[in-house]
């Protein structure tokens, strides 16, 4: 692995060349969609479902580029080529206005100690609400301060609670809770549709576990009306949550890293 | 005037130099704080003004930075100076992070058309909450999204309403609204707290004004129970809207406009 590279607009620089001219206007309001993916052994994990919603989220909040699906496409593979990337975590990065701009970058896989799936992680909740959860974009200021918070206090992941009291989803992942042997999420539209997500419920699916579209309240987490809590992303497949704003959930995590093995199985494959 | 300088964290470069690394994750979550401010005959109008306001802004959302308000105001004279600025917008930028980063550019005057001031322009409601209003952030997905749809209607500013149906304020401004005389504007914590808003509130003690701080609902509007509306910020002082969703609304807007000849006469007074 080289990574030293970057594309721009499918123009290869050098990685410290890949920069954002601060007097534009669309990188100053955050006008800017992106995706992050995984590379194993040089494959880019699930790269269509990355590709559409990254066209998903250009479409829910306007934002018109010139750039093909194909192109994207040919621009990660030539970035894994060229750095000779063999395990990675790539971004693309669209920023709209007059002159669309398209970076693809790669950063060391991340990658998170085994203990953390079997001993779980810490969690807390963080009141706020997303704007066009849907969508990934460069509005990430309620995201980055409830990580904050998190971390200041030793913990993984903050889960956002919404007006309602729901948890509906974390900084970086989805969120299920399993309650009387059902796995509780939010429904499609409240949340982020993770890719990762889609496979958590693929492999329920396998598993015999029914999946119920409703957020779990924060009241009934404290409470204790849920048995084990994971959340889902990209770069954790399933984690489970050992703690929630101090409330304790009890190892081994079962269920968690059966869902999670069925995930990564799947990496490969597409 | 030049204008192709910038200051970095106090270092002059380019202007064009002047970028964002996109691998920065502070950048890639908007973790940032900024300030626009009017140079007039070289002097940078209310200067000490938007620096407590960024400092808020930064402590609002926890953004540590090792400036100081003498070194910032140093590097904005700077600019000035070396680029021979006699009228400019000049806009700080403060991003966070283990190594924050301070970018000082300049760009020509924001002005606006004569015929603004004197017949109004149009605006358009918009429903969505600012997260963290107070603070001024590089959280703007929201502001332009409701911006870019005034704009296609061939409006000049988007009112963002709340869940209550209140209008709190523009995308870009601050919302005033006559009332039997009286000026309705949103109370102090539901909005940015405008340096021109100030202003304008002073404005109104000089002429007899009484300000009443309750947001107008956005179906009061409609229903033609306000009768002279206008938006303020740095570069409008305050402008005359003309039409509000179709509504219109009639000039001459002599109360606006007295308002506004006050604000600007103080520009050069700091």
């Known amino acids: 692995m080289v990574r030293e590279h970057a594309l721009y607009n499918g123009k290869l620089l050098l ?29 880019p994990v699930h790269l269509e479902d990355h590709l559409i919603r990254l066209e998903n989220s250009c479409r829910g909040i306007g934002l018109a580029h010139p750039f093909t699906q194909e192109e994207l496409k040919a621009w990660v593979y030539k970035l894994i080529k060229i750095d000779l990337l063999e ?6 990065l669209l920023v709209g206005g007059k002159e669309p701009m398209c970076f693809v970058t790669a950063s060391p896989l991340l990658t998170y100690p085994e203990n953390y799936y079997t001993q779980g992680v810490g969690a807390i909740t963080y009141e706020g609400e997303r704007l066009m959860p849907s969508c990934k974009t460069g509005n990430l200021l309620l995201n980055y301060m409830a990580l904050e918070k998190a971390r200041s206090s030793g913990g993984f992941e903050a889960l956002l609670v919404d007006r309602k009291g729901q948890v509906l989803e974390g900084t970086r992942s989805n969120f299920f809770a399993f309650r009387d042997g059902k796995l509780y999420t939010a429904k499609d539209d409240e949340v982020l549709l993770g890719i990762t997500r889609e496979r958590i419920i693929q492999a329920t699916k396998i598993l015999g576990i029914e999946v119920v579209y409703e957020a779990p309240l924060a009241k009934d987490l404290h409470a204790g009306l849920y048995d084990e809590l994971f959340v889902s992303a990209t770069s954790m497949a399933a984690m489970p949550i050992s703690t929630l704003d101090g409330k304790t959930f009890k190892a081994p995590f079962e269920r968690t890293n059966a869902i999670k093995a069925l995930v990564r199985s799947w990496e490969l494959e597409d």
């Open 87 to 92: 395990e990675a975590s790539v971004r693309i």
């Open 15 to 43: 990685e410290k060349e890949a920069c954002l001219p601060i007097t534009n206007r669309e990188v100053q309001f955050g006008f800017s969609t992106y995706e992050s993916l995984r590379v194993i052994r040089s494959h």
